[in-house]
């Protein structure tokens, strides 16, 4: 994960995620919307699952339980809000 910008209320972030990786059931206060660059992915919001593939996008409402599936090796890029100050540098 690289934080890519940020402000008050919002970080965009990108990840590299590894081809056979999962991100198990998890769910979060923020509002995630996400941009498949390249690779594809197996991603469940809420109950349903779909493949996402290069150039697909999607949304995420807060406190949704959500999972990902990496099929192929992956980029995406993802927007968090309000902002995770996790995911912010020196933290």
Request: aromatic share 10%.
């Amino acid at each position: 994960m690289r934080p890519l910008a940020f402000e008050e209320k919002t970080i965009l972030c990108e990840f590299k995620l590894d081809k056979g990786s999962d991100l198990p059931a998890h769910q979060h206060p923020y509002e995630q919307t996400g941009y498949l660059i390249s690779g594809k992915m197996d991603l469940r919001i809420g109950k349903e699952w779909f493949v996402a593939e290069s150039g697909d996008s999607w949304s995420i409402p807060e406190n949704m339980e959500h999972e990902v599936k990496i099929l192929e090796a992956s980029i995406v890029l993802e927007l968090f809000t309000p902002i995770r100050t996790d995911y912010l540098p020196n933290q």
